[in-house]
């Protein structure tokens, strides 16, 4: 637990040092890019606290210049920085609307594409995905995790729809990634982090153009199977099984 406070301590006073000027100055450019770099070192700063290393595989299947929408199997709260460090580019969160109860931090997020959604308002949640759509087909990449909330036992969820229609609506392609490790290095209880690695693998792409709508569960299929074949088994679940 002593861990766990040290590295949200420290993460949240580098936000509050971090953000300000980050904030100004990506607001005085016009571009979030600084939002991001700065991101991205708070991120490695909490892993190294944390004593998590980050191993990447398949980074060749993500093509420098070309739009793509991540999606992951979501395991634990060290999955988003994990992915921040680990996708080599500047990539749009969806994310949950009570993230926008933290100062500094929710507007670092607006400015930098994040979109906001109310898993309870149908109505919200359509606008919001829609404005996720606009904003790739003007060529902003994504990450969302299609399960909804992380696991509490280490088994990947089945996902929701939302996500795969906004990639057919875009023509997006989807770049399928697996997460192993995170949910041995942060339990969903009690509060702890553990030292770790977390593995990040990318798959190769799914490409959505020419696919109607209506393809969309068969879409989600593949990139469900996809991605639960390059997650390695949880120590307790296979453990389990064994016994």
Known sequence: MLRAVLVVSTVFAYIFFAAPFSILYALVRGKPDIIYQAGRLGCRIGLMLAGVKVEVEGQEQVEPGRTYL???NHQSNC???ALLVAIPRDVRFIVKKELQRIPLLSSAMRIAGFVFIDRKDRVNALQEMGRAVAQMRQGDSFLVFPEGTRTRTGQMGPFKKGPFIMAL??????????????FEVMPPTP????????????HPPVETIGLDTDKRDALMKEVWETIASGCEAVPHLMNASLG
């Open 191 to 202: 509060f702890r982090i553990r030292p770790g690695t977390i593995k990040v693998s990318f």
């Open 70 to 72: 991540f999606v992951a």
């Open 169 to 182: 609506q875009a023509g997006m392609s989807i770049i399928p990634t697996s997460l192993s490790g995170s």
């Open 79 to 81: 999955d988003p920085p």
